[in-house]
């Protein structure tokens, strides 16, 4: 139980475009979702935490018009990056989180490159 | 705020050795805790997780953690490493619907 997935696992684009990240709880609902972002060889730093049916909340230095979160329901959050430049290239992870458990269940992550 | 200091980068040992890796922690009061492991271009799998309790957390693939108050730490530990278990280690405090992630340990296991 409590598997997470994320799609796609890898993405190529252009600089310019936008690209949309979904991450979907399989047998669980999912309250609270969590978009972390990692460097190479770096920890996982938040980025932004929803809920469903609320706005997302951000972190700090993590600018909410280009990294557009969307918690429609409660086995689904997207995450689009907006004019997509290279230093956006970066592995994404998700995380959702089940009620008051404070466990979080984690996404495989997503791979994106910025040409 | 709450904080994660793992203090050492890269960790190399030799198979069949055993393993500590260490975690240390800021925080108000008695969080959760969790150790991950992270293979590479991987998501994160957790090993453990400390709520409450004993404080001596077993977990999967052999690993185990002991969470000490007196030293604000949750120190990663298996009696010996199989080459399987190289990968990156992560310590995690949770609290208040947060997480903060350390910066990882990276093993490395010798034949």
């Known amino acids: 139980g409590a598997v997470v997935s994320q799609h796609p696992s890898r993405v190529i684009c252009k600089s310019g475009t936008s690209v949309k990240i979904e991450c979907r709880s399989l047998d669980f609902q999912a309250t609270t979702m969590f978009w972390y972002r990692q460097f190479p060889k770096q920890s996982l730093m938040l980025m932004a935490t929803s809920n469903e049916g609320s706005k997302a909340t951000y972190e700090q230095g993590v600018e909410k018009d280009k990294f557009l979160i969307n918690h429609a329901s409660l086995t689904l959050s997207t995450l689009t990056v907006t004019s997509a430049h290279p230093e956006d290239s970066s592995f994404y992870i998700c995380s959702a989180q089940q009620g008051l458990n404070y466990e979080q269940y984690f996404g495989p992550g997503t791979r994106l490159t910025v040409t | 705020a709450q904080s994660v200091t793992q203090p050492d980068i890269h960790i190399t040992v030799s198979e069949g050795a055993s393993l500590e890796l260490r975690c240390n922690y800021s925080?108000?009061?008695?969080?959760?805790l969790f150790w991950y492991v992270q293979s590479p271009g991987q998501g994160l799998q957790l090993l453990l997780k400390y709520f409450s309790g004993d404080t001596l957390v077993q977990g999967i693939k052999g690993f185990e953690a002991e969470f000490k108050r007196s030293q604000s730490s949750f120190n990663l530990r298996k009696p010996s490493v199989h080459w399987s278990d190289a990968a990156e280690y992560f310590c995690a405090v949770g609290a208040n619907n947060d997480m903060r992630f350390g910066a990882g340990t990276r093993l490395t296991v010798k034949p």
């Open positions: 925080y108000g009061a008695t969080p959760y």
